[in-house]
């Protein structure tokens, strides 16, 4: 589900707030990645492609990787939810490992912060839980 305010680790964050990267094919916009970094880590807040399996989300990450290296970031971070099935196999086929499990947390946002997450996600799958991801940034891949 693309948002501009996202929920998640018990709080709302509006991504339009924070800098962002914009991915361009043949002179249009392809897709969007958000960021915003604190003390030694960068988390992405948002990653949208406008298609998919053309390189634009993979471009991001590099992208995004580099600066927060250049800034001295140990760790590039996200979360995503339990019914984001595609996002795993992304981030994970680009070196990111399951870090946490925050199990109920997407329950207890739509309960108290954000009413309009939806009771059932992507693929038919109920969504319950958020999931960290992390890649060390000063790991040898």
Not at 32 to 53: I, K, M, N, Q, S
Request: charged share 25%.
């Amino acid at each position: 589900m693309n948002s501009d305010v996202v929920a998640r680790l018990g709080e709302l964050v509006d991504a339009r707030r924070h800098p962002a990267l914009l991915g361009e094919v043949d002179g249009r916009l392809a897709g969007v990645l958000t960021y915003v970094v604190r003390g030694d880590a960068c988390e992405v807040l948002t990653l949208h492609a406008v298609e998919h399996w053309n390189g634009v989300g993979s471009a991001l990450i590099d992208v995004v990787r580099l600066l927060a290296s250049d800034q001295g970031c140990a760790r590039l971070w996200l979360v995503t939810t339990n019914d984001n099935v595609d996002a795993l196999r992304f981030y994970q086929r680009r070196g990111f490992r399951l870090a946490r499990l925050h199990a109920g947390a997407v329950d207890r946002s739509r309960a108290t912060i954000k009413p309009t997450i939806p009771e059932i996600g992507a693929h038919g799958i109920r969504l319950r839980d958020e999931l960290e991801l992390e890649l060390d940034l000063g790991a040898l891949e």
